[in-house]
């Protein structure tokens, strides 16, 4: 069992920064695929990011050349750097994770993870 533990969330202004942080309990995460997702109120989880056992990287449109995935395997944390952020970036996110690899392809498909952390809040204000 991998346990996953997201930090960083916290409340900024449009236009900010923030970085995710998403602390792994294994070991060796560089050959896992992991990945964030986030969720606004009354809307689905969908995928922000993704990074496989490649390091192989995947965005959503929404999020691209804004925000960079990337991992520390001798700390077993992954990351999330968010910039210029927008308040339609509020949301709950998540970091997951699979012990393999899943096709850049499919990165962002929630349902290829096995393992979920509990979320970190972000909210952006205008």
């Known amino acids: 069992q991998v346990q996953l533990v997201e930090s960083g969330g916290g409340s900024v202004q449009a236009g900010g920064s923030l970085r995710l942080s998403c602390s792994a309990s294994?070991?060796?995460?560089?050959?896992?695929?992991m990945g964030w997702f986030r969720q606004a109120p009354g809307k689905e989880r969908v995928g922000v990011a993704g990074?496989?056992?490649?390091?192989?990287?995947s965005y959503a449109d929404s999020v691209k050349g804004r925000f960079t995935i990337s991992r520390d395997s001798a700390k077993n944390t992954l990351y999330l750097q968010m910039n210029s952020l927008k308040p339609e970036d509020t949301a709950m996110y998540y970091c997951?994770?699979?012990?393999?690899?899943?096709?850049?392809?499919?990165?962002?498909?929630?349902?290829?993870?096995?393992?979920w952390g509990q979320g970190t809040q972000v909210t952006v204000s205008s």
């Open positions: 997951a994770a699979l012990g393999g690899w899943i096709m850049p392809g499919h990165l962002l498909n929630e349902s290829k993870y096995k393992y």
């Open positions: 294994a070991s060796m995460i560089g050959s896992y695929s």
């Open positions: 990074i496989d056992s490649l390091s192989m990287t």
